[in-house]
């Protein structure tokens, strides 16, 4: 029997919430920045408030949310092709719960195509998560300060002080203040360029465009 599963059911699941949380422990030890519950709960609000301002039904608005928290489950596995094992992962659970398959298939079309070495923006939730997940770049997320000086993944978001996005009819803008002592531009694009056009393209998929701010500089 199809059941409407919220997004309160989700974040709730303990299954799901240990799979985040191996998946976080995972990545820790491999030197990665912090993809625990801030970033799946950061990731599922933002994702759900895009697909809404963008003339999304209350229903789709819920699928985003989903989508944008189970998104990372995929890392207990491996790093490599987390964002496919995740999809797969995803169908099961959202299957036992009782999830309709056309719902199922728009989460896990999301979570499929949210990396940028493997995805694209395929559909407005999978590019609603896009945009969130890429978005959340700042220092918090960086678990050890001490080596800063030595990975450049952890130097780029220790060096973000600020990050906010903001969208309207024509635009959905990231703007970040980067702590140029620290990194520079030229870092931040040698690790996220790939990110910046993949969040471009999940807003022409929205009907709209995206920009780059940094500093007060129009990048993109």
């Known amino acids: 029997m199809n059941k409407e599963v919220s997004f309160k059911d989700i974040y709730e699941n303990e299954e799901i919430n240990e799979y985040i949380k191996v998946g976080n422990e995972?990545?820790?030890n491999l030197g990665y920045t912090?993809?625990?519950?801030?970033h799946a709960m950061k990731s599922a609000l933002l994702a759900g408030r895009i697909i809404e301002y963008y003339s999304g039904s209350k229903r789709e608005v819920e699928l985003a949310k989903i989508a944008g928290y189970m998104h990372d489950i995929g890392n207990m596995i491996n790093r490599t092709d987390h964002a496919h094992t995740g999809a797969i992962i995803a169908v099961n659970i959202l299957r036992d719960l009782g999830m309709p398959p056309a719902e199922?298939?728009?989460i896990s079309t999301a979570i499929g195509n949210h990396d940028e070495?493997?995805?694209k923006a395929v559909?407005?939730?999978s590019s609603a998560l896009?945009?969130?997940?890429?978005s959340d770049v700042n220092r918090l997320r960086v678990r050890?300060?001490?080596?800063v000086s030595e990975d450049i993944h952890d130097r780029v978001n220790y060096a973000v002080t600020d990050s906010m996005i903001e969208y309207n009819k024509e635009n959905i803008t990231l703007k970040l203040t980067i702590d140029t002592e620290i990194c520079s531009v030229i870092e931040y694009f040698k690790i996220f360029l790939g990110r910046m056009y993949m969040c471009q393209s999940a807003a022409e998929f929205l009907q709209t465009k995206f920009k780059?701010?940094?500093n007060d500089s129009v990048l993109m």
């Not at 912090?34 to 801030?38: D, L, M, R, T």
């Not at 896009?130 to 890429?134: E, Y």
């Not at 050890?144 to 080596?147: A, C, E, G, L, P």
């Open 26 to 28: 995972v990545l820790g």
């Open 34 to 38: 912090e993809h625990g519950y801030v």
């Open 104 to 106: 199922i298939g728009v």
């Open 117 to 119: 070495n493997t995805g």
């Open 123 to 125: 559909s407005r939730v």
């Open 130 to 134: 896009i945009l969130a997940d890429k």
């Open 144 to 147: 050890n300060t001490r080596s």
């Open 212 to 214: 780059l701010i940094i």
